[in-house]
């Protein structure tokens, strides 16, 4: 038996005293199969480049670090909140000349949403995603100290948000992101009235909070999507959700990939521990003569969640794909390009992702620029010259160079190649931003490790 295959035998042999009778007894055995079994999978787990850039997507594709299509739709929805809060503001404003104007009066609650869609207007947050939230999240808005809000913060937390263990990052982004919304929209409904019907400033002010309105429906839409997809949401919620138990557990969990220090962890499995296992009561019994259980008290008990353990047995189904590389090509190729930024595959056709889209050249054709980059990819942030690759001289490589930048032909790729010192070339992307796949002789595709 391989590790995984003992640690979901682990869970069967407990899963229905888990149901049945979940004591400090089988907690305390729950616990010891999450330090031994699990654990002992995840030192197997971590040590591999899919797995880790898989848990830390959301970090790598979503938070304010990123340079990706991904945070350029987070930031789609960032500026989208804030200009229809200024489109509301607006309408507001000319709302209130027109009253003015006519000498009526402006509803007393009017001044109260204008104040909240300044607010809102002036984005106080720091950002929508969090990179917090990996291990903890705060459950609040992200606010910038100099315009923390008590009550917005308050309402946040009174949000029906279900935390078991996972993807805290892009939840929260989410969650965020609807609250804003649901205040704005809130706020456009409770004044649409207080304007002029026709053609006045009032009028034409509300014709553009609408129009703000659809181009933020359409940015969340976006975000949504990319959030949502199935596949691979279950899969980083997976893994994630095993991070943070050897996290939690492990005696010496090998995370500095996560960039913690080793003393973050006492604090943060501290934390994970007890919503594994939760304090509470537990409600004792006794068999009658009659032989029927009888209650008697209830009692202080520290308890694991039965759900939690439940997420966490679901979630070693999902890592078989990590014990075995899929054989269909096109399966291997979108998974690389869902958690890679630059991904190249010498198949059958030569290919060449970057940042989710192909670059559109039969790169078969070109066999020297190809080398060029393909050796670049297997040095990310590290020195190419003439000498690594075939047939050629230090001037053949300029010209290389030269070629492949007309390939690029204006590609956001062609920036990230740069030149060093004038003795060669290098690739400006971090090592876990690059994936390289390889027919394997066989036509399968495999991944290689530099």
Known sequence: MNRLEIAQSGYDSFAAALSTLNDEVVAD??????SDDVCQLMDELVLQRRFRSTTLWSVTKLCPTAET???????????????YAKAIRDFIVAAEEEIKTANGIIPDFVSQQKRTVDYIANRPWFDLACAKDFFRPNQ???????????????????????????????RFLLARVDYWMRVLDGIRNSVHDIGSPGTGASYQAMGKTISAKFSLDDAVKNLVSICEEPTHKREREACIALTLIYCAYSRRPNLGWLGRTDSCWDVYGSCLRSIVRRKGTMQTAERSKQGILVPIQEVDAS????????????????????????????????????????????????????????????????????????????????????????????????????????????????????????????????????????????????????
């Open 303 to 450: 308890l694991c969640d039965p759900d939690v353990i439940r997420q966490i047995a679901s979630s070693l189904h999902d890592m078989t794909r990590y014990y075995g590389t899929p054989d269909d090509p096109n399966e291997v190729i979108e998974e690389a390009v869902y958690r890679a930024m630059l991904v190249l595959v010498d198949h059958a056709h030569r290919e060449v992702w970057f940042d989710g889209k192909q670059i559109d050249i039969v790169w078969d054709k070109y066999p020297k620029p190809w080398d060029l980059l393909w050796k670049l990819a297997t040095k990310p942030n590290g020195l190419v010259d003439h000498e690594m690759l075939s047939s050629c001289s230090q001037d053949n490589l300029r010209i290389r160079r030269n070629r492949l930048a007309k390939l690029l032909d204006g590609n956001l790729l062609d920036t990230k190649i740069v030149s060093s010192r004038s003795l060669g070339y290098k690739l400006v992307l971090d090592a876990a931003e690059v994936v390289l796949l390889q027919d394997d002789g066989s036509g399968v595709l495999k991944e290689v490790f530099r």
């Open 69 to 83: 299509s991904e945070r350029r739709i987070v930031m789609e929805v960032d500026r989208g909140l804030v200009a």
């Open 140 to 170: 609040d808005l992200h606010l910038d100290s100099e315009k923390l809000n008590h009550e917005h913060t308050q309402a946040f937390r009174k949000r029906e948000i279900r935390i078991p263990l996972g993807d805290y990052i892009t």
């Open 29 to 34: 055995r729950v616990e010891q199969w999450l």
